[in-house]
Structures are given as C-alpha cells and as structure tokens.
C-alpha cells in the first residue's frame, strides 16, 4: 500500500536506469556474432543433406578411423562413416532435439502455469507434482524414460521435457502472480473485464519475455543433456546421428582421434554459446522495466 | 507567515560551485543534464534547492558528493569547490575521507537508503570505523548519543534494531545521525520528508533545524515542495531543466518571484483554503456506504496481512456532481475503503449502494454488470495502464466488455481524447511514450470512457510534480462539471483535497474521525488529530498563488519550524 | 522458526510420496526383466518364471507396492535384487564418495564463482565482466563428460600431478582424498560455477543500484565494504536459490563425473541399477536422492533468514 | 592437441618446482607402502552376483574360480585333469568314483567332505544344462564316507567328465554342504569357498570393488599349472577387482600404474598404451570369443529358411569383425560354430560367410521366398560396447540385400528382456539379435544352446529342428572321440543349411598388464594364482 508519492522510483533509481541501461539500439558486437553463428549453424545443419559427400550412415570397415584427408575433410569414425557428414546432418537432430524441448516444454508448462497461478484450488495440487518432479533428478528420470519408451527421438524430447516443464511452470505462475497484483489488472477488474480474459489478455503476455528466455535456455540445454544421455548409453539411436551421440560413440577415441569429439562439440558448444548469449540479450532487451525506461 | 531570518553576512561560504557541467557518457550530442549550474552554500545557511522532476536537482547533489552514477553521468566542466578542495577531480579515496567528515548526505526514501539486512546502530558506527580510530566502545558510545541527540526513543533497543522494524520517521532520523555523527561541514538533504507523513515530516524538519543550529551546518536542501521552502530556506534556488533559473532569499522569492517560470511554479501550489462549495445536487446520492467494516486477514482475492482492522464503521455518501475527500496519513485505511467500495476486495461487513444496487456482497458474476457505474484512477501512473497496449486498446477494453461496438468505442475514444486534452495520434502508442501527467490523463479517459456515475481518485495526483497536478486536478473539475459525476478523492494532501473537495472526511487509523463540508472541517477542525494535520501542512500560511501570506489562516496560529 | 521448519518438514511428505508412486510406477512399466538379469544367457523360460515368483515380481502391481511403501515405513529399503546385499548397506558404502565430492565441488564453486560474480558486477561492462560473463556461459556449452577428459588428459597424463582416476575417503588422508577428488570436483564445478557466478553479477547488479549502496558510498566506506559487507549479504538469497536449485544439475552431473573418474558413489549405483532393473536399490536412489534436493532446498529457504532479518518465519 | 600436448611438456618442469610442496599428492608416493603385495584388476565387469551356480555371467564364474574350487578341471588340451578329487570310471561307463584328496578345507576351516561335494554337485545340475543331461540319467549320487563321491548312471553317458569339467557356462564348484542346500532358485548368502583366495565380504561393493585375500590354509596340487588344472599357487597377498565404466579411464589408470591390470583392452585404443614401456598389452589366451546372430524362427520372415539363408548369405563376416575390431591381428574369420581351434571344430558349409557377402545370392534367396517387404525387427544395445557395432553393419548388408530392417536401439537390459518374448513382432516380438560368447562355451554340442532345437523349449529364436536333436543325441551316446568329431561336423552342416543362427567369426580381446605382473598363466577365465607382482 504505497500511498507515498514517488516511492517506487526515487530520482536516483530513475536517473541510473534512464542512461546506464541499453536502448534498444545498444545490441552490442556480441549478440551480433552469435546470431550470425547461429544462423550459419542451423542453415548448415538444415540444408546438410543438399551438400554432405557421403551418406551419413554409409559404413566402411575398410576405411576406419581415418584421418582427416581431402577424400573425407574430418576423417571417419569407427564403423568408417564419413565424420563431416555425420557432424553436418547430426546438427539437424540435435537441434530439432533443442527447439523440440523447449517448445513443447514452454507450452505445457504455460499452461499449467496459468492454472496454477489462477486457481488457488489447483494451485496447490499442481504445485506439489511440480515439486516432486523437480526433487527426481533429471538425468536419472531421463535414462529411467529412456528406457522406458526406447531410446528414440521423441523419448529423448519427452525425458528431456518432463524436468523442465516443472521450472516453466514455477516461471509462469510467478509472473502470474506478481503481475495480478499491478494496478492495471485492478484496472480491468473494474472494467468488468472477466477473470478469462484478463489472465490471457492482460497476464499471459506478461509471460511471454520471461518464457523466450527460458526456452533459449531449455533448448540449450536439451542439447547439452542429449550429449549426455548418449554418454551414458541412452541416447538416440546411432543410426540417426546427433552431435551428442557422435561424441558419445568418439568418446573412448578421445585421445587418439580427438576430431570425433572436438568437432561435433565445437559446433554444440558455439551452438549452445549461441544461443545462450541470444537469451541474455533478449532477457535484457525485454525486460519491462528497461522498456519503460526507453521512454 | 514567519520566515527563517538568520543573518548568514559573515558567514563563510563551504560549497561554492561554479559553471557546474554535466553530460550522459559516451553522448556528447545530448543536451546536458545540467548546463552551468553555479550554487554558493554558507556555514548555518539553509539553502534549498527547488524544481518539478528532471530538473536537475538530485544530480546537482550527487555531483557535490562525488556519487555520479559511473558509466551513466560525468562532469563535463565547471568546478565544485568545498572550502579550498576541489571535488570535481578529487581521487576516490580523497572523495572517500571527505564523505561524511566534511560533506553528509541523506536521502528521500528511508526505507531503501539504509542497508536492510545490516542493524542501524552499526550502520551509523560504520562512519565511526571508516573515519576514526575510535575503540569499539567509544564508537559505540558516541553512536548512542548520537542517536540521543536525534530524539529516538529507546535508544539502547533501536540500536540493535533492522530498519524494517522502525517507522520511517525513526529511520529518517537514524539517517540524520549517521549523517551529521562527524559533524560534517555540509549537509545535503535530497527530499529527506517527501517519503514522510506530513506530522513526521513536520518532526524531521524540525529536528534538521535544530542539528542545525546546533552545530552550524550548511544545508542544501532540495525539495519540490513549496511549502517545506516556505518554512525553512533561508535561500531558494530554482531550478529548471538543468539550469538555476532564479535565486533569492527566500521572502523575496515568494512576495517577488521574477521569472515566468518561478510564478508558474508558485501559482500551481495548492493551500489550505477550502475551494467554494458548491451547490447541493437535488439529485439522489449516487453512492450510499453504511457501516463499513475490512478486516484483512479473511482470504479474499488479494491477501494481504492477517488480521488487520483497515476500515471500522465508515459511512458516507456523495451525490451526483459532487466531491467527497478521504484524507488521512499512510495506514489510515482511505485506501481499503476505495478498494472496498469497486471491490478490488471484499469489505468485510456494511453496505455498499452504487446507483440504486447493493454491490457490497454480490458475487463476482452478480457484480459484473454494475462495475460500469464505478471507476478508479490510481496513484501510480507508470503502473496503472498495461505496457503492452496501445492506450486505444486500454481506452476500449471497458465499453467493449459491456457490448459497445469496436467502432463505436474507438471513435468515443478519439473523443475522450481531445477530453484530456491529448492529441489524436496518442490512441496508437504506447504507454512508454507518455509523462506521468499524460498517463495519469489516458487513465482518467478510460474511467471516463465507462461514463460512470462514480468516480474514485486514489491519490490520483499524488505522484505528479506540482503543475502537472494542478491541471490534473482542473481536468477532473471539469469532468465533473461536464458528466455531473460524483467523485471520491483520497489523498493524504489536505491542501488538494482543500482544492477539490467539497465534503472531507478524515480518517485515523481505520476510523473516521471527522466529517463535513471541506470548508467546516479544513477551517475549523473538531478534532485533534485533524488540527494535528492542517498545522503540520507546510507553508499553510502562505498563499503561493497570489505571492502573499493567507489573510484567514487556517486552524490556530502558531507551531511553525 | 521452529513451526515453520516443522511445516516445512510436513509439507515434504506429499511430495516424497508423488516421488515414490511416481518412481515405482515408472519402474513397473519399464521393460527389462531383473530376473533375466539375475539368471544370465542360458537360462531357460522356467528358470526364469521360478526366479521372478521368488523375487514378488509376479505379485499385482498394487500388492508390491504397499510391501514396498510398507518396508519403507518400517525403515528397510529392501535387498538388491542383483546382489542380495541390503540396499541400505549399499547406500551406506556409496553415500560418502558422492557426497563429500559434492561438498567440495560447493565449497569450490562458491569460493570462486562468487567473488567473480560480485566484481563482474562491480566492473559491470568492461572486460573484467565480459571474461567471467565468457567463462559462465562457456560452462553450459561444454558436456560435463569432455570438461572431465581435458582435466584428466592435462593434470593426470601430461602433468601427472594427480591420479587419473579413483576414489579415497578423507578417512585414507586428505592428500589422498583431494588428490583424487579435486578433478571430479572441478569437473562438476564447471556448470556450477558459470550458474553462481552468473546468478551473483545479476543479483549484485540489482543490489549494487540501490539506494543503500550509494547511502554507504555517500559515508565514505571502502569499495571492498560497500561490495561484501553491504551488497553481497543482499544479494544474497537469489545466489542461495540458485545454490539449492542448482543442486539437480550438481546430481545429474555426478552421474557422469562418477563414470568418468571411477568414483564408486551413489550416481553411478543408479545408472548400473536402472540398466540392470535392480528396481529396490533405483527406488531407494530416487527417493534418496529427491530427499537430498528437497532437503538442501529446505536447508536453503532456512538460511534465507540468516542473510535477511526482514525473512521470518 | 599436438602444441597443448608440447606446451603442458614445457610447464611440466616449472610446474614441478613449484608443487615440490605437493609432491605428496603424486600417484607413486600414494602406493601402498606396507610390504602387502596388492594386484589391482580391472576386469570387464563389476561383480553383483555372488552365486556362481544361480547365474552364467562371466564375471560371477570368475569369482567362482577365486573362492572355490572343483572336482576336476580343464587343460590346455581340453582334457579333464583331477583337481581336487581323481575319479575312477567302472568298465560298463555307468559309475564314477570321485576320491577326495588330502588337505582340502574350507575358508571357515572346516574339512571338504563328500557331502559337501554330492550337495553342491546336486544343485548345480538343477541349474546347468549340461549337468540337467547328466541327472536325466542319473541312478544315484552319494557320499559313502568323507573322501569319496560315487556316481551311478543308468546309461552310459560318455561326456561326464567334460561336463563336469567345463571352465565356462556353469562349473560345478564345491561349497559346503549347508550353503548348497540353498534352492537352485535362490542366491546363495554366505560365500565359503575351498579356492585358493578367500572373499574379503567386509570390503565388497557390488558392482565395484571386491578383495580377495590369500587363502594360507589352501594346498595346491603339485603339477604346473594349466588353464584351469595344476597347482594353484597364489603368489600375492590380495587382489582387488575393480570396475571402471569408461574404458579410456582405466588404460590411463593403467598407464599411470593405479592399476596392475586390464582384463580387456579396446582394440582401437591400443595406441595409448603400446608406447608405454612399463605396460604389456598380449592375448590371454588363442581362443577367444564368437559373434553370432541369432533369427527368431517363430516369426515371419525368418520363420522361413530361405529368408534365412538369405540374411546368412547378406553378412559378411570379414566387415563385422573389421568393424568391432579394426586390427586383424585380433580377429579371424571362422565358420566353425564350435570354434575353429577345439577338438569338434569345423568350418564346412560356411563358405557364404567366410568368403565375403553374396548379395546377388541373397536376392535372388529373397526373391525365391516371396519376401513380402515385412521389416525386419534387428534389436541393437546401445550399452555394451562389445554388442554395440553388429547390428549397425548387419543392418546396412540386410538392407543392401533388400530387407528392411527396422533397428531398434535399446539397453541390454531391454534387449534381454524383450528377446524372452515369443510373441509376434507387432506385439513386442523382434526378428533378430546379436551376442558373444566365448568360445569354450560353444565348444560342443552339448554346451552349446544355440544348437538346441527343442522349439519353445530351446534358446531364444526357439527354432523346432528334431533334426539336430537327434544328432545331440546322437553325440552324447557316441563311443569315442572320432564318432564325436563325426557328429558334430554332421551338425555344422546342419546349422549352415537351417541357419540356426549365423556364426560371425572369432575374435580376441587382449589383456594389459603392468610389467611388475609376471606368471599369469593363458587361460579364457582370467585367473589370478600362479601370478606375481615385483615392485615397480
């Protein structure tokens, strides 16, 4: 209850805020690069059919563990499969694995989040399951699921999913719950806009920056745990190569053909840099309280 | 009306600052934040500073203290010297020694100024340990009788206390003593009682008033309210958009003022004389509240702390084209009886009739088709409309909830517009655009676009700078005048509610102390804590707009800082 | 305090238990067969029948999970199915390896993570705050398992400063401890450190614009002062946060760290038991290890109040 | 890699100077210092199991070997020796006699007695498949006094001895009479051997760790040692067997000198280790290891001869072998289904897998069948490195051959438990899986699993082929060696024809050791008596 007038902004705070933080227009030569990679990134891995020299699971006893020569730019893995075609097609499905994750983790945790941040009933039930899911460790959970479904594609996204929804839910209903506290969803209480309409019209949108964020996270990390999941033996299968299985399998050749790791987890690691720097700048680009600022 | 007369003619001067630059980092195209700001500050003079938001006050003070924010402000020319040591290029560690030795500050928001998670006591012995060789003891000790000296109450517990444990009139003196602890040369209070309740406010200007005197202190004091200048400065300085338009001393100021800009200024300061009543509406009362009782704690939509009596047995009711005000300091309840009456909560007992229906107890679904005939404009500009709307949007949302046509509400908005006298083209922007006055304006158009019968104005003016809040107010008049809409005005300011209203009912502590016709209540209170009040406004013996003291003071004569 | 650590306490229960029904249900619908396991490659259809009638696995579903909800009231995690030694008795042995590295990989973590996040925060924007900003986010971008493979191919085989692989209990002597376990320990650090010290500068950067920090620079304290005695105790409570949720990552990454430094602890007890369909001993992790997080998650909400007077319960 | 791998060379001097104070922390100064001699083993699996009657696992036979012993054993030319009992057979073949020999005690002190040997003899043959054989025509099995087991046959039952020999599969060790009466169905709980080491319970960790002291009361036998006959003659104090999950881990273990040995060693990651001077990499022993696949004979298509043949005629073992091994020193090609070195050895028949695929061939069988396109389930673990590559190359020659091959990645575990299912392919069944075995675990007819046609009865695939169960038959009533030989030549050309399941060749995984470890005798089980350790 702040009936003090210019409590919430003393000069101080406004002036700090109005001229250290970014217009819109201060990106920064860092954001821009990452773009820049990522996009080359995702046209290579999307477009790699169109260009790879080999199929990508075309084996070769004959020819294992080559170096790299013109003939084969990265060399070949151990069943001889061509490495740099593998790498370039592997990135198709780890990063189908990533944005796979992150959308289907930010949709349903958006939903359960405004449930459970506009229901006080369901709140608690729905907030008690979130616990739980959130006290299983993810990776144990995963290779549980994993084992469960078979280690296919859409097993990875769900066991790489279920973790996160529970993160997006808490996400969500925080915004909820602090954004129907502000003065302008009063205002619309009294302009007789129903509860429906406010939670989507006035306080889902409110999740929408927050929820871009987490899902450049989400979809960086999915990335990073299919790795590991590969790792532990319950990842994709190797006929579809991803970047995390590719190091999986190159992983006890880490000493004598490092290529198998290095450059599957070069592209992972610039990718998921990438994308992680892309969040931070969108984090601090949509933030509200800077936007105000812009003004 | 009795100004401070000190005679500052041999005083030496502590601060004299000149041709004072300063410019946003890495923009030198920009205009300068403050552009030549010269500023002389004698031993015991109380010099305040004075402009409406942006004009360059608070970094004037900040430059003197060497606190710009880095990276954001620098200095771009001119010269701060503080007797003989200039600040502008000092090093941090000279800076360093100099904070609080010989130059003090402190600041508007009590609250956030002092470390929350450290104890009081040891933030003001902090100063002792940064500055002196003082034992742990004698730190201490002189930290006690500092704080003796600032009048706190149990000394000895408050010292070991956090700060969200005190009130803020405590914590504004906690502030005080931690400031003047090595007796520092120059004091800067940047809106040191903005924050405050006007009866604290009264304490703290006097206590600073007294440190004062006691140990010679320079003050620059900066402040945007007249009234606060009208009792202590000995000098005024005006400033406007980085400059000093205008200083005197201060009677000189306020008889003569010799820039357009500084009568603007004066002539928006509202004073305690109660506006003309106007006549009694035939009409039935648009809004009838009996017995109203809101006791925090029972659930409701928005919960709040446990248990508290907010609100005990209001009652009042206002007719059509008239202005009922709820005055009161903070935590006196005029807030919950708003937020009871458009039932952002749910009022524990009592009635509530808007236009001919019982609203106090319906269900939410029940309730629906009548939130047309009640409106809320709240205090907070920047928070009161959704940023992601265009204000066309906001405007509509009401009337399209109710059945009017989009088209329909889109033209009427236009209307609105030109209402609130903003252009046409605001409908297709975006809050961000806007200043605080605008906003508060599109505010007021999409309560008015509901065509209410009620309008309720939660410190709807609180927030702005004095002739912002001046038109704000006239614009409200007038919407009234033209819908013959009654209104209820809360505001903790009795000289707006004197402005505006035309009945008042004041308000202590979730009871209704007095009520009446503003000219009766304002003029001749019945109560003591209403008297408590109208003495503590400050500067309620001048009448800024017309440059002269009040011919009828208000209340009993006395009690000035 | 007390009432609210006892809520606290209480409010675990349900969520223990949605663990646990979660977790067996799981389990039950997994395929794998832990009496195929048991009987090896030529044992006949028979054998196997006889093997899964001893072990209750022909049992309802119902059935074998209030034994197990039974035993566990009781205080009996049950007997491996594999090895027939008692579950507990296997925790006991693989409890101490992952949890003293856990603590080192904290201890590490917030020794550096939070004094280059408070002066990435201090020197926000220049190069001091892009490096540890770089360093944060390079953290997530590396598995956890090639992290540990570069330790080990730069400190145990060309420096061959420490062993490659192993595991002592501090019991056998610091130095063999700490020999052994500072490469796990860094391993694991890696993501930790790039989450604190990330969360750090952003909670410091909040702090360090508020009004109290330029009221403490107004009185002439020190830049050290202002940043560990003023700021940081402020900040504290989101890096506290992150410290506790970050606890899942620090799990997940156990599980790796395990394999690749051959430290017999509970995460890889968990992944053999999962590939092996031991279903007591992954039940018994499961819960164990959610008992941890919300344990650690309690023990975090719980020290809020030690950094922040205005948090009581 | 190759200017860190110099840069880190160059610091290393300085960086050893300036760590003096930390010398305490390098590996060497760690050893064990207290005269014990300690051998540390990384074999190739962790230990969970303890009852080496109750499971096949390798690893659980190798324990057994550790603790327990048996009546007689196995040498190096596949002929039962006395161990610690010498036999005596009756004229007509149908009574064995078994003398127990002087000396022999179990761990807990206790003396060996011929009760003890008929009990653990008893629940061993409830649970082996081999000593089922031998109890189908067992009369009597008794102890008349404490040195002697008498066996009563009501049919002559020519192999006995080479059962009850066997190293592999399930051996039938001797364990004190109380711990044998445990069900065949259950584990056993007290783990009392009369082996040469003695199971150290108090510092066992599943699946981990697990310690072997010296057994001091164990007297060997006076011959040399050979494969799992001779003297067993324990030259170390202890021996822990460790487990380390990641393979490049524990050859850099063994590079440093953690470990003193590697039970097997990756072919490909050899390199990091053949430059070390301090370290031996070698074969433990000739035989070696079969790959092999095995179709489900219930389901379409493989329900169908021709189809098999066909796939049998799309593989090649030459690319399988190359691809899981890369080194042909580690490899052969071999179509002999009981391994191209033992007695019953033989490779005729076998020419489509020996000589390169036949794809042409394998269409044309296709086609002959009618294959109607249906996909081919091909179960492909994901977990275990040695099962990892077969069904990635066999799939690719199938396709090649023109079968769709639906590859379905799992766990072992999952592969175990859905190979168990007979039910169609669309409701959990599968077409196809791959495994290893070792090679004295195929060696003949009647260890051998695969070459059992007893339909649902028999090992997964369940194929019904009366054909080959009278040449069991057959082998088990034949006089003497050379009719044997006859028979079981009979039967590889039986399982080429039917393609019971598709022989993929031999190979060898190497062992690594420590030069400070000398004495090991080649045998399949790695086993640790007759080894010495010198000091580094």
């Known amino acids: ?171 969500v209903r925080s915004v909820v719950l602090s954004a129907r506290e502000e003065p302008y969803v009063e205002a619309a209480i009294a302009l007789g806009s129903s509860m429906p309409r406010i939670l989507i019209q006035h306080l889902m949108p409110n999740t929408f920056a927050p929820l871009i964020v987490q899902g450049t996270y989400i979809c960086a990390s999915a990335i990073l745990i299919e790795a590991i999941l590969s790792f532990l033996g319950a990842g994709v299968s190797t006929e579809i190569p991803t970047w995390g299985n590719i190091m999986a399998e190159g992983r006890t050749y880490f000493q004598i053909k490092p290529g198998l790791i290095f450059w599957p987890g070069l592209l992972l690691s610039l990718c998921i840099l990438a994308i992680n720097l892309l969040g931070d700048t969108a984090r601090d680009l949509l933030d509200p309280r800077m936007k105000k600022r812009e003004g | 009306m009795e100004f401070t007369s000190k005679d500052l003619g041999n005083a030496r001067t502590v601060l004299k600052i000149r041709g004072l630059k300063v410019g946003l980092v890495g923009r030198p195209g920009a205009a300068p934040v403050l552009d030549g700001i010269d500023l002389d500050i004698r031993a015991g003079e109380t010099h305040c500073l004075v402009g409406e938001s942006g004009s360059g006050k608070s970094v004037t003070s900040l430059c003197a203290m060497g606190l710009l924010p880095r990276g954001a402000l620098e200095t771009t020319g001119g010269s701060i010297d503080l007797e003989g040591i200039e600040i502008t290029t000092a090093r941090p560690a000279r800076m360093r020694e100099l904070r609080a030795r010989r130059i003090a500050m402190i600041f508007q928001e009590p609250m956030t100024a002092l470390n929350p998670v450290l104890r009081v006591g040891e933030q003001i012995e902090e100063v002792l340990n940064m500055h002196t060789d003082l034992s742990q003891s004698e730190a201490r000790s002189r930290t006690i009788d500092m704080m003796e000296q600032v009048h706190l109450p149990d000394v000895q517990r408050i010292y070991s206390a956090f700060p969200h444990q005190l009130s803020g009139g405590q914590r504004q003196r906690i502030m005080i003593a931690m400031a003047l602890i090595l007796d520092p040369d120059l004091l800067i209070a940047d809106e040191p009682t903005t924050a405050l309740d006007v009866t604290t406010q009264l304490q703290i200007l006097k206590l600073i008033a007294e440190m004062q005197h006691r140990h010679g202190t320079a003050v620059l004091f900066i402040t945007h309210d007249m009234g606060v200048v009208a009792e202590i400065a000995d000098t005024v300085s005006v400033m406007q958009s980085g400059r000093i338009v205008e200083r005197a001393p201060i009677r000189d100021l306020l008889t003569n003022p010799q820039e357009t800009y500084t009568r603007k200024l004066l002539q928006a300061v509202p004073n305690l004389a109660p506006r003309a009543a106007r006549g009694a509406a035939a009409a039935p009362d648009v809004i009838t509240v009996k017995a109203l009782d809101m006791t925090y704690g029972g659930g409701g939509f928005f919960r709040k702390a446990a248990g508290v009596k907010a609100a005990q047995d209001v009652s009042f009711a206002i007719a059509p084209g008239r202005t009922l005000g709820i005055v009161g300091e903070s935590g006196s309840g005029k807030s919950t009886v708003a937020r009871c009456i458009l039932r952002l909560i749910d009022p524990t007992a009592g009635q509530v009739t808007v236009a001919g229906t019982e609203i106090a107890h319906l269900s939410r679904r029940q309730l629906q088709p009548h939130r047309k005939h009640f409106q809320i404009v709240f205090q907070d500009p920047y928070r009161s409309l959704n940023p992601r709307w265009t204000v066309a949007r906001s405007l509509c949302e009401g009337p399209v909830n109710f059945g009017t046509p989009r088209e329909a509400a889109m033209s009427h908005a236009a209307e609105l517009m030109a209402l609130v006298d903003l252009p046409r083209d605001a409908l297709d922007r975006y809050p961000h655009q806007f200043s605080g006055g605008q906003r508060q304006r599109i505010a007021i158009a999409r309560a008015v676009a509901m065509k209410p019968d009620l309008l309720v104005a939660d410190e709807a003016v609180s927030a702005l700078d004095v002739s912002v809040q001046a038109q704000v107010l006239d614009l409200l008049d007038d919407i009234q005048e033209k819908f013959g809409v009654a209104m209820l005005f809360i505001t903790h300011d009795l000289r707006v509610a004197a402005q505006i209203c035309d009945e008042v009912l004041v308000m202590q502590k979730g009871r209704v102390v007095e009520q009446g016709p503003a000219a009766a209540v304002l003029s001749d209170p019945a109560h003591t804590y209403t008297r408590t009040l109208i003495e503590a406004a400050p500067g309620r013996l001048w009448d800024f707009a017309n440059f002269r003291a009040l011919d009828h003071a208000p209340a009993r004569q006395g009690a000035t800082a | 305090m007390f009432v609210y650590i006892l809520k606290r306490v209480l409010a675990t229960i349900p969520v223990m238990l949605i663990v646990a029904i979660f977790v067996f249900l799981l389990l039950r619908l997994t395929p794998g067969d832990p009496a195929a396991i048991l009987a090896g490659d030529a044992a006949t259809p028979a054998q196997l029948e006889r093997i899964r009638d001893r072990l209750g696995l022909n049992d309802p579903l119902l059935t074998q999970f209030f034994t197990w909800m039974g035993q566990l009231l009781r205080g009996d995690l049950g007997v491996s199915l594999l090895s027939n030694t008692s579950v507990a008795g296997m925790l006991a042995d693989r409890l101490g390896p992952t949890i003293n590295i856990a603590l080192m990989t904290i201890t590490i973590s917030v020794a550096l993570a939070v004094p280059m996040g408070v002066i990435a925060a201090w020197r926000h924007r220049t190069w001091v705050d892009f490096l540890v900003m770089s360093f944060s986010v390079l953290g997530f971008s590396v598995p956890v398992f090639v992290i540990g493979y570069i330790l080990i191919q730069i400190f145990a085989i060309e420096l061959r400063w420490v062993p490659v692989q192993g595991y002592k209990s501090p019991g056998d002597g610091f130095g063999a401890f700490f020999s052994r376990a500072i490469l796990p320990s860094l391993t694991l650090a890696t993501i930790y450190i790039a989450l604190i010290a990330r969360m750090t500068r952003a909670s410091m950067l909040e702090v360090l614009g508020e009004d109290y920090i330029r009221t403490a620079r107004a009185k002439g304290v020190r830049e050290n002062v202002v940043l560990f005695r003023h700021a940081l105790r402020n900040a504290a409570v989101p890096i506290l946060t992150i410290i506790g949720t970050g606890f899942a990552l620090l799990i997940s990454g156990v599980v790796v760290t395990e394999s690749v430094f051959n430290i017999p602890g509970i995460g890889r007890l968990t992944v053999d038991a999962i590939l092996a369909r031991d279903y007591p001993v992954i039940q018994a992790m499961i819960l164990l290890t959610a008992g941890i997080y919300v344990f650690v998650n309690l023990l975090v909400d719980v020290s809020y109040s030690f950094f922040d007077p205005r948090i009581r319960y | 890699m190759l200017t860190l791998r110099s840069a880190l060379k160059q610091t290393r001097g300085l960086a050893a100077a300036l760590l003096t104070g930390t010398a305490l922390l390098a590996p060497g100064a760690l050893a064990a210092q207290d005269g014990e001699t300690t051998i540390t083993a990384v074999m190739h699996s962790g230990l969970r199991v303890l009852d080496p009657v109750i499971t096949t696992a390798h690893i659980t036979r190798d324990h057994g070997y550790m603790i327990y012993d048996v009546l007689t054993a196995v040498d190096e030319n596949f002929a039962p020796q006395p161990q610690m009992a010498s036999w005596e057979m009756s004229e007509d073949g149908l009574t064995y006699t078994f003398t127990l020999r002087d000396g022999l005690r179990f ?64 051996p039938p060790f001797i364990m004190p009479a109380r711990v044998a009466a445990t069900s065949s169905d259950e584990t056993i709980t007290e783990y009392v051997g009369s082996g040469p080491f003695v199971f150290n319970e108090a510092e066992y960790e599943p699946g981990v760790n697990v310690t072997y002291d010296k057994f001091d009361d164990y007297v060997p036998r006076d011959e040399p040692a050979s494969w799992m006959a001779g003297g067993k003659v324990v030259n170390v104090d202890k021996v822990v067997w460790t487990t380390m999950p990641d393979a490049l881990t524990a050859l850099n273990a063994l590079s440093a000198g953690e470990i003193d040995y590697l039970e097997q060693v990756q072919i490909d990651l050899m390199p990091i280790i053949t430059g070390n001077p301090d370290v031996t990499v070698e074969k433990r022993d000739a035989l070696g290891y079969v790959t092999i696949g095995r179709p489900n004979h219930l389901h379409p298509p493989f329900d169908n001869k021709l189809v098999r043949q066909s796939a049998m005629a799309a593989l090649d073992q030459e690319s399988m072998l190359a691809t899981m091994q890369g080194d042909p020193e580690y490899y052969s090609v071999c179509g002999a289904i009981f391994g191209c070195a033992t007695p019953l050895g033989d490779a005729s028949g076998s020419e489509d897998l020996t000589g390169g695929a036949n794809i042409e061939k394998a269409k044309a069988l296709l086609a002959e069948a009618g294959y109607d396109g249906t996909p081919i389930v091909l179960m492909a673990p994901t977990d275990v490195i040695s099962l990892i590559n077969q069904p990635v190359v066999a799939a690719q020659a199938l396709r090649e051959a023109g079968f769709e091959v639906d590859m379905q990645s799992m766990d072992w575990q999952s592969v175990v438990q859905r190979r168990a299912q007979q039910s169609p392919v669309a409701e959990g069944g599968w077409n196809m899986f791959f495994t290893n075995w070792m090679v004295p675990e195929v060696s003949d007819p009647l260890i051998n699993v695969m070459v059992n046609g007893r339909g649902d009865d028999a090992w997964f695939g369940w194929p019904t082929d009366p054909e080959i169960e009278e040449l069991r038959a057959a082998f088990v009533s034949a006089e003497n060696p050379a009719s044997q030989k006859e028979i079981a030549v009979k039967i590889q050309q039986h399982v080429m024809d039917n393609v019971n399941y598709i022989m993929m060749g031999e190979y060898i995984i190497p062992q690594a050791r420590r030069n400070t470890i000398q004495n090991m005798i080649p045998s399949p089980v790695p086993v640790f008596w007759n080894m010495t350790k010198a000091a580094e």
Do not use: C
């Open chain 4, 107 to 170: 761990h807990d002190g206790a003396p060996v007695t011929g009760a003890d040997a008929v009990a653990s003899l008893q629940r061993w043959g409830k649970r082996d498949s081999g000593g089922q054989l031998i109890f189908d025509v067992t009369t009597s099995l008794e102890a008349p006094d404490d040195k002697t087991v008498v066996w009563t046959l009501s049919e002559p039952f020519a192999p006995l001895l080479d059962v009850i020999s066997k190293q592999s599969a399930v």
């Open chain 1, 1 to 171: 209850m702040t009936e003090i007038p210019q409590s919430r902004h003393s000069a101080f705070q406004v002036l700090t805020g109005l001229f250290s933080l970014p217009a819109g227009a201060r990106i920064g030569i860092g954001p821009m690069i990452a773009a820049v990679i990522l996009v080359v990134i995702v046209l290579a891995s999307v477009l790699a059919p169109l260009y790879v020299p080999y199929d990508p699971l075309s084996m070769n006893a004959m020819a294992r563990l080559k170096p790299p020569s013109p003939e084969h730019l990265l060399g070949t893995d151990p069943y001889g499969r061509d490495t740099f075609s593998r790498v370039m097609t592997g990135g198709r499905v780890s990063l189908l694995i990533g944005v796979g994750a992150a959308v289907v983790s930010v949709a349903i945790g958006l939903a359960i989040g405004l449930v459970a941040g506009f229901f006080r009933l369901a709140d608690s039930i729905i907030m008690r399951i979130m616990d739980s899911l959130m006290a299983i460790p993810a990776i144990l959970l995963a290779i549980a699921l994993v084992a469960l479904n078979g280690p296919s594609l859409m097993s990875v996204i769900i066991a790489i999913t279920v973790p996160e929804v529970p993160r997006v839910v808490r996400l």
